[in-house]
C-alpha cells in the first residue's frame, strides 16, 4: 500500500533563507507527483505537476524534484517570503489504482 | 474561469441529521472527487467518479453517497451525520484518472456535527 510522508510537520525560518520541504512515497509506481499549497481556511492551489518520467519542474522561486527509485521528492523554495507561510502538501497518483495518495503536509512559517 | 465551486463553505449540524455538499466544475473534466481532511493526517478520498453515471467508493465511503448524473455535478451526500465526520471536505477535477493531468480543487466545506 502507497504510503505518502513530509518532514517535518512544520518549519519555521527567518525571511530571505532557501528552504528545502521534504515528501517521501513507499512504492515508486506513480504516474505522477504534485505539490499544492493550502492557506489557512482556504483550498489547494497546485504549484508543480512532475510526471513520473521528469527530474525536476520549475515555476518562478518554487523548484520540484523527483527521484522515483529512492521514493523521494523535494520542494525548493528560494529567498522565502512571509507570503510563502502556508501548508505544503505532495500527493502522488498510484498506478495502481490511479487515485492521489497524500502527505499530511508541511506547515510552513517565513518570520519577517 | 470558476474552476471548481463548492457550496456551502460553512455547515453546522445535529447528529443524524442529512445534507447534501454541492460541487460543480466548468473544465468538462471526467474525474471528480471528495476527499476529506482531518488534522495531521493527509486527504482522504471518500468517493470519486470518472464520468457521468459512474461512481466509485474511496478509501473512507462510509456514511456518504454520492451520484453524477452530468458531468458538470458531482453531489456528495451525508445520510445520517455523526461528530466522527466533523471535516473539511474537498471535492476535486481533473481531466482523466487515467493520464497524468493535473487536479483542480474547490475552496472546500468545513463541516461541524454537534
Known amino acids: 500500500k502507497q504510503e505518502v510522508t513530509q518532514i517535518p510537520a512544520a518549519l519555521s525560518v527567518p525571511e530571505g533563507e532557501n528552504l528545502v520541504l521534504n515528501c517521501s512515497f513507499t512504492d515508486s509506481a506513480i504516474y505522477n507527483l504534485q505539490w499544492f499549497r493550502q492557506d489557512p481556511g482556504k483550498g489547494l492551489t497546485s504549484l508543480l505537476l512532475i510526471q513520473s518520467s521528469q527530474r525536476e519542474q520549475t515555476s518562478g522561486r518554487l523548484n520540484a524534484s523527483l527521484d522515483k527509485s529512492s521514493g523521494r521528492s523535494t520542494l525548493y523554495i528560494a529567498a522565502s517570503q512571509p507570503g510563502d507561510s502556508a501548508t505544503y502538501l505532495c500527493a502522488v497518483r498510484s498506478r495502481s489504482n490511479y487515485q492521489l495518495i497524500w502527505g499530511a503536509g508541511t506547515k510552513l512559517i517565513i518570520k519577517p | 474561469n470558476a474552476g471548481v465551486t463548492q457550496t456551502p463553505k460553512f455547515q453546522v449540524l445535529k447528529t443524524g441529521q442529512s445534507m447534501t455538499l454541492q460541487c460543480a466544475q466548468d473544465?468538462?473534466?471526467?474525474?471528480m472527487s471528495w476527499y476529506r481532511q482531518d488534522p495531521g493526517m493527509g486527504l482522504r478520498l471518500i468517493h470519486y467518479s470518472v464520468g457521468a453515471g459512474i461512481t466509485d467508493q474511496g478509501e473512507v465511503p462510509n456514511g456518504y453517497n454520492v451520484s453524477r448524473s452530468t458531468t458538470e455535478d458531482f453531489p456528495l451526500r451525508l445520510l445520517s451525520a455523526a461528530p466522527s465526520q466533523t471535516s473539511v471536505y474537498f471535492c476535486?477535477?481533473?481531466?482523466?484518472?487515467?493520464?497524468?493531468?493535473?487536479?483542480?480543487f474547490g475552496q472546500g466545506t468545513r463541516l461541524t456535527v454537534v
Open positions: 476535486a477535477s481533473s481531466y482523466s484518472s487515467r493520464v497524468n493531468t493535473e487536479a483542480f
Open positions: 473544465m468538462n473534466h471526467e474525474y
